[in-house]
Each structure stands twice: as structure tokens, then as C-alpha cells.
């Protein structure tokens, strides 16, 4: 078949909670309530420090917000249609076009089992921040501050041997040879993917932070990657650094969550900006609070902080870098409200042209996570074999990279028959966290 024909046959269909007995229809009728309910216990919990703050009204807010938040959790138990948003920030025309344009897809109006999952499940974070922000003086509460502190501190030991790991390589950076700067390359890369497994959402909120030593889990975990792009990322980055040496380097990472993640993410990316592999660094993370433990800017700076303030040498000399990073510039931080649309990557170029030339200026952009990798291919069901590139579906802003660790039934890019062998092995092999992958597209 030509590459136009096989463009233009039909995109599979979306994942849905209409599919009875899917991950989609599980997660919808049974984790998504409960992350609701623990939503309504957090602000519960926290009446007295309301009252403390705001007096009076702070208690009527709370009370308010947890009606909005109980009426939320019966409308999505009982598949009821899916209503505008009203809250007027500025994202709102965004969301309700995008429910204008559901309504017209189908005589039957969007509703929570019935519309694609990608959609309800943002749109679910989505109301929950709208509780908040109608009801002031509570507005800017992050209800799953709490949880994200927690996954931070209980990982702390992870977090003072990637560190010390870390200040000890860079005291010789200038002398690594190539080969061991490959190999640690490799290293923080794999410690940055597996972090992805300690997310929240998948946890309902509870604890999954890093107990295990991060670097010797490195070696445990390497059959478990399912597709291992890292070579590629290496020839792009040592030719550029050896072709390129007078022009800027700019990698962008799309953030994923906060916690021992964000910490791997940001010890990947010190080791690159110190080894001149890279010379500028952008990260994306989520202006409101998002699947429970994704890293808004608070979280980057929270995080910088507790670094700095550490009773170990090396976590506070992280901590320093990093804020200085921030202050010079090498490190930029961007909080472009797409991230926390309900959209597919595919879209970003009509939705937020901006956004998309922004990433256009990448030489190289790092997608973390299980919700960017459903975004990047649409969350759709596509063969296991079809190419990475056909899945981004002319998403194509710069090369790409996904550090995934599978926790939701798409994949895309496997060679022939491995899926299957999976599925016969292992059926739980796609949303149990235990797989990843390191997945590029060149882009052109
Ligand atoms: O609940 C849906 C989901 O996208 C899961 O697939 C995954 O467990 C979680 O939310 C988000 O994972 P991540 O933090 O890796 O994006
Ligand atoms: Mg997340």
C-alpha cells in the first residue's frame, strides 16, 4: 500500500468506557470515583486549616466544593451527559468547544462511559480544579499536594543516591570519555523512565514512591524494556554536539509527576546541560492540578526547595544548581494550558499554533509518561505493529522521544508478534507498570 493510502485510511477507534470489561470502563467505574472520593476526604480533612486561614468563609467554600465535587462523582457513576464548563478561566471556550464538537458527532449526547476515555478522564481533573476555583478563597488549594509531598518524601533515599550519583560524575564531566558518558547517558535515562511507575493515578493516590535503589534497579529492569531507542537519542545528540558546537542545543521535557520522577527527570537534565550535550532545557508541566500527581510550577519549585534545604550534602548541591539553572536561564519552565486540554497531540498545531512552534524550536523534545503517550498517539487502538511515526498522526514538531512505562492499553511500534507473546504470557502486561519503553521519531 502507498505511504498517502495508508494516511488516509480511518484512525482506529478511541478507548472508551463503553467497551464493558476494558481498562477504560474499569478506571471510569472504579478508580475515577475513588479519586473523587478522596478529593472530598482532603478538603474534609482540612476544614480547621480553612478556618484558620479564611475564617468563616473558608468553611463555606470547603462545604460548597465538596457539594460540586459529590454531585461530579454521581453524575460520572450514573454516565450522565457531560456539561460546560463555567468557571472562566482561560481555557473554558476551549473546553466547550470541544463538547460542542462531541455533541455533533452522535444523536447521543457526550456522556462519561460513552465518549472516549482520553476525554472524560481530563475532564474529570478538569471539574475537579472548576470546585475549587468557583468557590474562592480556596481557589488555588492543590488537593493532591498533599499525596505528591508524601511520594517525594518517601523516596528519599533513591533520592540521595541519585544525587550523590550525580555529583560525583559531574566533579569529571570535562574528562569522560565518550564511552562512559554513553553509558551514564544510558543510565539516567533508565532511572528517568522507571520513575514513571511511581505515579498516582494509577495508585488511586496511594503511596508508590521509589523504595528501591534507582541505579541498581537499572540492571534488574533492562528485559522489561520493550523498545529501546536509546542509541538513536545518543547519534542525535553526540553529532550535534560534535558538528554544532557553536549553536544552541535546546531539548524540552514534557513533564510527567512530581515526586521521585520529576527528581530522576531533573538529575537527567543537569547531567545533560553539565555534559554540553545539550545547552538550554525547557520543561512543560500542567498549570492546574492534573492525575492526581502530575508537577505544576509550585511542585518545581517546592521540589528545588526541599533539595537545597536537605541534610545531605548532595541533595542541597542539586538543589542549588537547579535554582541557579532557573535564574540564568539554561533551564526554562512553561506551563502552556494544551497540557490540561482533553485534546490528542495531533490537534496541537490548530488548537495552540503557539505552543506547537514553540516545541518546533526543540532539537530534541522527551515525552514523559503514560498520559503523554496516549496523547501522542491519539489513545487509540492501533495494531501493536504500526509505526510510531503513523501513530502521531502528522504530530511532528521536532525529533521525539516517549519514556513510557505502560499503564494503559495502547502500544504502538512492537515488532511482529511480540504483543501477542506478551498477551499469551502476560495478560496484564500493558497497564500493570512493569513494561517500558524508550520510543524516538526522527521526525522527518
Ligand atoms: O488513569 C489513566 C492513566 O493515564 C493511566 O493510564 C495511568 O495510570 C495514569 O493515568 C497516568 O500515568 P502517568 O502519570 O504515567 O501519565
Ligand atoms: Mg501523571
Not at 478522564?121 to 478563597?137: D, G, K, T, W
Amino acid at each position: 500500500m502507498s505511504k498517502m493510502a495508508t494516511q488516509m485510511s480511518p484512525l482506529p477507534a478511541s478507548l472508551a468506557g463503553k467497551f464493558k470489561g476494558s481498562f477504560a470502563y474499569n478506571t471510569i467505574k472504579d478508580r475515577l470515583p475513588l479519586i473523587l472520593t478522596k478529593v472530598i476526604d482532603t478538603l474534609h480533612r482540612h476544614k480547621n486549616e480553612f478556618f484558620e486561614e479564611y475564617g468563616e468563609k473558608g468553611i463555606e467554600a470547603e462545604k460548597k466544593a465538596i457539594a460540586y465535587l459529590s454531585k461530579l462523582r454521581n453524575e460520572l457513576q450514573t454516565d450522565k451527559p457531560l456539561i460546560a464548563l463555567s468557571d472562566n478561566l482561560p481555557d473554558v471556550t476551549l473546553w466547550n468547544q470541544y463538547l460542542e464538537y462531541h455533541k455533533n458527532l452522535s444523536n447521543e449526547p457526550p456522556s462519561w462511559f460513552q465518549s472516549p476515555w482520553l476525554y472524560t478522564e481530563c475532564y474529570m481533573y478538569r471539574r475537579i480544579h472548576e470546585a475549587l476555583v468557583q468557590n474562592p478563597p480556596i481557589s488555588n488549594y492543590d488537593v493532591f499536594k498533599e499525596e505528591k509531598e508524601h511520594g517525594f518524601f518517601e523516596s528519599q533515599q533513591a533520592i540521595i543516591i541519585l544525587s550523590t550519583h550525580l555529583q560525583e560524575l559531574l566533579k569529571n564531566i570535562k574528562d569522560l570519555d565518550e564511552k562512559i558518558l554513553k553509558e551514564e547517558l544510558f543510565r539516567l535515562i533508565q532511572v528517568s523512565l522507571w520513575g514513571n511507575k511511581c505515579d498516582l493515578s494509577i495508585s488511586a493516590g496511594a503511596d508508590n514512591s521509589q523504595k528501591s535503589n534507582p541505579l541498581q534497579s537499572v540492571e534488574e529492569l533492562k528485559s522489561f524494556i520493550l523498545v529501546d531507542h536509546m542509541e538513536k537519542l545518543w547519534s542525535l545528540l553526540i553529532n550535534k554536539r560534535k558538528m554544532d558546537m557553536q549553536t544552541a542545543t535546546r531539548l524540552d521535557i514534557v513533564l510527567d509527576n512530581a515526586g521521585f520522577e520529576l527528581t530522576a527527570d531533573l538529575v537527567l537534565a543537569d547531567f545533560l546541560l553539565s555534559s554540553k550535550l545539550v545547552t538550554e532545557i525547557h520543561f512543560h508541566g500542567k498549570s492546574i492540578p492534573w492525575y492526581v500527581s502530575d508537577t505544576t510550577k509550585r511542585d518545581v519549585n517546592w521540589t528545588i526547595k526541599q533539595m537545597q534545604s536537605a541534610n545531605h550534602k548532595w541533595m542541597s548541591r542539586c538543589g542549588v544548581s537547579w535554582e541557579g539553572y532557573m535564574e540564568k536561564g539554561a533551564w526554562v519552565y512553561h506551563d502552556h494550558l494544551f497540557w490540561t486540554l482533553p485534546h490528542a497531540f495531533c490537534s496541537m498545531a490548530q488548537v495552540t499554533p503557539d505552543l506547537y512552534a514553540e516545541l518546533q524550536k526543540s532539537n530534541l523534545i522527551i515525552f514523559k509518561g503514560d498520559l503523554n503517550y496516549r496523547k501522542l498517539i491519539g489513545d487509540r487502538k492501533w495494531e501493536f505493529t504500526v509505526p510510531f511515526h503513523q501513530a502521531l498522526n502528522n504530530f511532528h514538531p521536532a525529533p521525539l522521544c516517549s519514556l513510557r512505562t505502560l499503564k494503559c492499553d495502547v502500544q504502538v511500534g512492537l515488532k511482529s508478534g511480540q504483543g501477542e507473546q506478551l498477551t499469551n504470557t502476560e495478560p496484564e502486561w500493558m497497564i500493570i507498570g512493569k513494561y517500558g519503553i524508550i520510543q524516538f521519531d526522527a521526525a522527518s
